[in-house]
């Protein structure tokens, strides 16, 4: 089993920054997938970022890319995700997940296989 806890969420202004952490503990094998999905209220869950972990590559939503950034730590088996110049519309329920796969490139939730308990994001005007 699996155990994600994840911080960092909170209440910004347009334009702030927040940086989100994922610690992954439990029965982990040397190359799987971290990702970030989100949540917005009568929205579905929607990919942000994944990283393959001991494996370099990244993937982001057209929607984050180049204001978000995923990055990691193989050692310590976690996960940031640093969300800059953010927006009204980043507002929402942040969910980290886990796949024991590689599966870089894919991008459903479906794919992952264990979840954390999410945290709020709200960005007001």
């Known amino acids: 089993q699996v155990q994600l806890v994840e911080s960092g969420g909170g209440l910004v202004q347009a334009g702030d920054s927040l940086r989100l952490s994922c610690a992954a503990s439990g029965r982990i094998f040397s190359t799987y997938t971290m990702g970030w999905f989100r949540q917005a209220p009568g929205k579905d869950r929607e990919f942000v970022a994944s990283?393959?972990?001991?494996?370099?590559?990244?993937d982001y939503s057209d929607s984050v890319k180049g204001r978000f950034t995923i990055s990691r730590d193989n050692v310590k088996n976690t996960v940031f995700l640093q969300m800059n110049s953010l927006k009204p519309d980043d507002t929402a329920v942040y969910y980290c997940?886990?796949?024991?796969?590689?599966?870089?490139?894919?991008?459903?939730?479906?794919?992952?296989?264990?979840w954390g308990q999410g945290t709020q994001v709200t960005v007001s005007s």
């Open positions: 990283t393959v972990m001991n494996g370099g590559r990244t």
């Open positions: 997940a886990l796949s024991r796969f590689n599966i870089g490139g894919y991008y459903g939730a479906h794919q992952y296989n264990y």
